[in-house]
Nanobody, 124 residues
Framework: QVQLVESGGGRVQAGGSLRLSCAGSGRTFSNLFMGWFRQAPGKAREFVATITGSGASAGYADSVKGRFTISRDNAKNMVYLQMSVLKPEDTAVYYC?????????????????WGKGILVTVSS
């Protein structure tokens, strides 16, 4: 079993930056494929970014490409989402997720473990 705990959310003005962190435990962290997904009010949960176990490869949704960066520190069992040039439409609950197999995906159905989520609010 893998436990994931997000932190770093909050309220920020449009154009600002925020860094989300996700602490993982329960399995060898470098064997886990990790990702961030989000759910805006009244909308379905959607892919934001994912990263392979080594951190060598990452993928991004078009809506965040160039503004968000996913990274990980396997020595600390952490994955991060650096968010810049935030927009009101980035307002959502952000979820950290892990896949037991280190196989690249952008689909939430492929993720095996989920954090409880953390709220990010971007005001205009």
């Amino acid at each position: 079993q893998v436990q994931l705990v997000e932190s770093g959310g909050g309220r920020v003005q449009a154009g600002g930056s925020l860094r989300l962190s996700c602490a993982g435990s329960g399995r060898t962290f470098s064997n886990l494929f990790m990702g961030w997904f989000r759910q805006a009010p009244g909308k379905a949960r959607e892919f934001v970014a994912t990263i392979t176990g080594s951190g060598a490869s990452a993928g991004y949704a078009d809506s965040v490409k160039g503004r968000f960066t996913i990274s990980r520190d396997n020595a600390k069992n952490m994955v991060y989402l650096q968010m810049s040039v935030l927009k009101p439409e980035d307002t959502a609950v952000y979820y950290c997720a892990a896949r037991g197999r280190n196989v690249f995906t952008i689909f939430e159905r492929d993720m095996d473990y989920w954090g409880k989520g953390i709220l990010v609010t971007v005001s205009s």
